[in-house]
């Protein structure tokens, strides 16, 4: 029973946790300059609360040699924006601590030196595109910084979740395959009034009230 209890969890904990790699230009602006753009994968979690969480690794200033980080921004707040279908509107203002990259070439990360950065992110998901701009505020060693770090672009996020809605559209719907009570038994029959886990044809799994 515990068993099957431990697999009903872990199908409800898969619902709600799911992560994705973005590979795009991630550019990095000071006093409205370009200083460098580089291609970065950004991963974005969705967590079971509905919030996601934003990781960005060995972070890099390439022309002073210098080596950030690894970024993290969690509980990023997100809503689906009514006026374009399939975008995710991100959002944010925290305080956060980076940790040491693990890039070679880079024998000193100056983010962990740092303590706490300020962060205000704004961005967008759809599709199979991020876009995020990252507003950060730090103080190293008596010297302020401030700059943008831009990842993708807006447009691109906006036609990607289009082309993913009409090929959604033009493809067969999943269908169940199977359905499991709360307990992990397999059923073949739902009763009205109970909640059940249900697996679909095209991989997914579901949470379905009867």
Do not use: H
Not at 90 to 113: D, E
Not at 124 to 148: I, N, P, Q
Request: aromatic share 8%; glycine share 10%.
């Amino acid at each position: 029973m515990k068993k099957l209890f431990t697999l009903a969890l872990a199908l409800f904990c898969g619902l709600g946790a799911m992560a994705e790699d973005y590979t795009d230009q991630l550019v990095l602006i000071r006093n409205g300059e370009t200083v460098q753009e580089q291609e970065k994968v950004a991963t974005l979690t969705r967590l079971d609360n509905g919030q996601y969480k934003l990781e960005v690794d060995n972070l890099v200033l390439e022309a002073a040699g210098l080596g950030i980080g690894n970024v993290v921004i969690d509980s990023i707040d997100a809503v689906d924006n009514p006026d374009e279908p399939g975008v995710i509107d991100l959002g944010t203002s925290q305080k956060i601590r980076i940790t040491s990259g693990t890039a070679s070439g880079y024998p000193v990360w100056i983010g962990p030196r740092i303590g706490a950065v300020s962060v205000d992110l704004e961005g967008k998901v759809g599709g199979d595109k991020l876009y995020f701009k990252a507003t950060s505020e730090a103080s190293f060693y008596g010297t302020d910084f401030k700059g943008e770090f831009i990842f993708g672009n807006i447009q691109s996020v906006v036609e990607s979740a289009a082309t993913g809605i009409e090929s959604a559209s033009a493809s067969t719907p999943a269908t169940a395959v199977a359905a499991y009570d709360l307990a992990g038994r397999r059923v073949s029959e739902l009763r009205k009034g109970q909640t059940y886990i249900v697996r679909m044809s095209d991989g997914t799994v579901r949470k379905a009230l009867r």
